[in-house]
């Protein structure tokens, strides 16, 4: 079946401007987690959505970053002004609460580089 | 708070030798806790999971782990190595706090097999 998808793959863009990334995951997956891998470093949590329950916004770096779903559905990541230390690779995760063990499955990742 | 150390940022082993990587964790709460392998511009992919039943966990690929709680330990192991293992390997332990599944990541290993 169908896995979690990304898009885009690549992103470049200049610094203080906005970038959105999409993430559409696996169907009837309920959790959709947010992470971060910049250069060198392992995975930094960002944002989790649980179905229509406030998502948990603990790991946003800061007030540029804010990310929406809409039901279970795809989640957009939008970075405001960007800066130079916002250039990562972005992955999202689904998981569905069934599983009993949270499993997380991940998409490809979007490559952000802020010139 | 949870927390992950993976001993040794790169690893090189021989092919047919044994792989062995290195992690333990602070958790503050019986832990879940994963290893998953990520090839070269692709997502993370799960090897293996414990879920605190078996500690000893086979995965994919030949991969296994062993739950040590008195070591606070979870390293990874494959008994041959073939050229096809070579990738980074990060481990992950589980933070339930906020209702959702919160990994957090070592910084990974990059395994090298040389001929």
């Known amino acids: 079946g169908a896995g979690v998808s990304q898009s885009p793959s690549n992103k470049v863009t200049e610094k203080g401007k906005d970038v959105e990334l999409r993430c559409d995951p696996i169907s009837g997956h309920t959790a959709l987690y947010w992470y971060r891998q910049r250069l060198g470093q392992g995975l930094e949590f960002l944002i989790y959505?649980?179905?229509?329950?406030?998502?948990?916004k603990s790991g946003l770096p800061s007030d540029r970053f804010s990310a929406e779903r809409t039901g279970e559905s795809v989640s957009t990541l939008t970075i405001q002004r960007t800066q130079q230390e916002d250039s990562a690779v972005y992955l999202c995760a689904s998981s569905s609460r069934t599983s009993g063990s949270y499993e997380q499955y991940f998409g490809p990742g979007t490559r952000l580089t802020v010139t | 708070a949870q927390s992950v150390t993976q001993l040794g940022s790169h690893v090189s082993v021989s092919e047919g030798a044994l792989v062995l990587l290195r992690c333990n964790y602070s958790?503050?709460?019986?832990?879940?806790l994963f290893w998953y392998v990520q090839y070269p511009n692709q997502g993370l992919q799960l090897l293996l999971k414990?879920?605190?039943?078996?500690?000893l966990v086979k995965g994919i690929n030949g991969f296994e782990a062993e739950f040590k709680k008195s070591e606070t330990s979870f390293h990874l192991t494959k008994p041959s190595a073939h050229m096809s293992d070579a990738a980074e390997y990060f481990c992950?332990?589980?933070?339930?706090?906020?209702?959702?599944?919160?990994?957090?990541f070592g910084t990974g290993t990059q395994l090298k097999v040389e001929l």
């Open positions: 958790s503050s709460v019986p832990p879940y």
């Open positions: 959505f649980q179905g229509n329950s406030a998502p948990d």
């Open positions: 992950a332990v589980s933070d339930f706090t906020g209702g959702g599944n919160k990994l957090t």
């Open positions: 414990y879920t605190s039943a078996a500690t």
